[in-house]
């Protein structure tokens, strides 16, 4: 069974920072790429960003580009997203979510999701 | 980017009923295209994929049709379970959602 468990979240002051953790199981991580998709509250979904399997290639949202990194840790089966400048745009569910491609090519197709955490962007 | 819009924004329809849910790309996405369900409190769930594949476990109602920059959704007989809100999303130049479709019972 695939499970993806994301962690992290909480309530951030503006110009703060935070890393999301995400620990995939039922799956061969190191193989797949993998994306972080948000929703604030009320609203839609938004791709944040996109990493490849190996971590060499990596896709942001012009919403937050230069400010958060993807990143992975295979040995560890851990995706990771580092977040800074936080602004109160950013609040939001962060999910994490596997992508049904190996290859870095049209990605963004995610199969399976997490449940998600909550990320609070306030003074 | 190559924006989305999904139409219409609420669809009020009763149980048994036959839902048509379309989304347009502004070029072509060629059928790099899916379509997700998410319920209150639950994370998306995939559906249809490549514009007309079913996703595993999705029932044989849900049906994906389209190709370039019109693409539709159709839920053949709502059931309960089926109202909910509804996402289009291309990966071509970036992964893009549209803005979503409420199905809410009528």
């Known amino acids: 069974e695939v499970l993806l468990l994301e962690s992290g979240g909480g309530l951030v002051q503006p110009g703060g920072s935070l890393r999301l953790s995400c620990t995939a199981s039922?799956?061969?991580?190191?193989?797949?790429?993998m994306n972080w998709v948000r929703q604030a509250p009320g609203k839609g979904l938004e791709c944040v960003s996109v990493?490849?399997?190996?971590?060499?290639?990596?896709h942001y949202a012009d919403s937050v580009r230069g400010r958060f990194t993807i990143s992975r840790d295979n040995s560890r089966n851990t995706l990771y997203l580092q977040m800074n400048d936080l602004r109160a745009e950013d609040t939001a569910t962060y999910y994490c979510?596997?992508?049904?491609?190996?290859?870095?090519?049209?990605?963004?197709?995610?199969?399976?999701w997490g449940q998600g955490t909550l990320v609070t962007v306030s003074s | 980017d190559i924006p989305l819009t999904q139409s219409p924004a609420t669809l009020s329809l009763s149980p048994g009923q036959r839902a048509t849910l379309s989304c347009r790309a502004s070029?072509?996405?060629?059928?790099?295209f899916a379509w997700y369900q998410q319920k209150p409190g639950q994370a998306p769930r995939l559906l249809i994929y490549?514009?007309?594949n079913r996703a595993a476990g999705i029932p044989a109602r849900f049906s994906g049709t389209g190709s370039g920059t019109d693409f539709t959704l159709t839920i053949s007989g709502l059931e309960p379970e089926d109202f909910a809100v509804y996402y289009c999303?291309?990966?071509?130049?970036?992964?893009?959602f549209g803005q979503g479709t409420k199905v809410e019972i009528k």
């Open positions: 979510a596997k992508d049904v491609s190996v290859h870095w090519h049209f990605v963004g197709l995610a199969d399976y």
């Open positions: 039922g799956f061969t991580f190191s193989s797949y790429v």
């Open positions: 999303q291309h990966r071509v130049q970036g992964p893009t």
């Open positions: 070029q072509s996405v060629t059928t790099f």
């Open positions: 490549d514009a007309s």
């Open positions: 990493i490849s399997s190996s971590g060499d290639n990596t």
